[in-house]
C-alpha cells in the first residue's frame, strides 16, 4: 500500500513540474532594451501610510501630457486602488543625462498650494512604473 502511495506521489509530483514549466504571467515577459531604446514610464495612484485613501497622480496639477491615457493590465491593480496612466517622462536606456526641466507651472492657486501641503502632511508618496516595475 506505502508503495502505491509513493507512486502516486512521484506521479503527480512529475506531472505538476511539467505544469509549473509552463506557467506565465501577463505582462512579466522579459523585455531586452538596446542603448537609446525609449523606456516609458508611467505614474500611478497617491498613497500613504497615515491614510487608506489613494489619490490619482493627476489629481494634483503636476506638468500632464496634452491626453492621458490610462493602463489597466490586469484585475488586481483595479482592486488595489492603482490608476496607472502615462506621463511625459522621457527614459532611454544607457543614456546620461543631466536634470532637464519637464515643464513650467507659472503658479499656483491658493487651493492648488493648499492641496500639495496637505499631502505632504499626510505623508504621500508618488507611485511610479518603469518597465513594469515599481
Known amino acids: 500500500m506505502a508503495g ?15 505544469v509549473a514549466h509552463s506557467f ?3 505582462g512579466v515577459a ?4 538596446k542603448k537609446g531604446d525609449a523606456i516609458y514610464l508611467k505614474v500611478n495612484k497617491l498613497s500613504s501610510i497615515r491614510t487608506q485613501l ?17 493602463f489597466a493590465e490586469n484585475l488586481g491593480e483595479v482592486l488595489r486602488g492603482d ?7 522621457q527614459i532611454h536606456m544607457r ?7 519637464l515643464c513650467r ?21 508618488v507611485n511610479m512604473i518603469l518597465d513594469n516595475l515599481p
Open 54 to 70: 489613494p489619490y490619482q497622480y493627476y489629481s494634483l496639477p503636476y506638468c500632464r501630457p496634452e491626453k492621458i491615457v490610462p
Open 95 to 101: 543614456v546620461d543625462e543631466q536634470c532637464k526641466v
Open 105 to 125: 507651472i507659472e503658479s499656483l492657486s491658493e487651493a492648488q498650494a493648499d492641496a500639495f501641503v496637505a499631502k505632504v502632511e499626510d505623508d504621500y508618496k
Open 24 to 26: 506565465y504571467l501577463p
Open 4 to 18: 502505491r502511495q509513493v507512486l502516486a506521489l512521484l506521479l503527480l509530483v512529475g506531472c505538476s513540474a511539467h
Open 83 to 89: 490608476r496607472i496612466e502615462n506621463s511625459l517622462y
Open 30 to 33: 522579459p523585455q531586452d532594451f
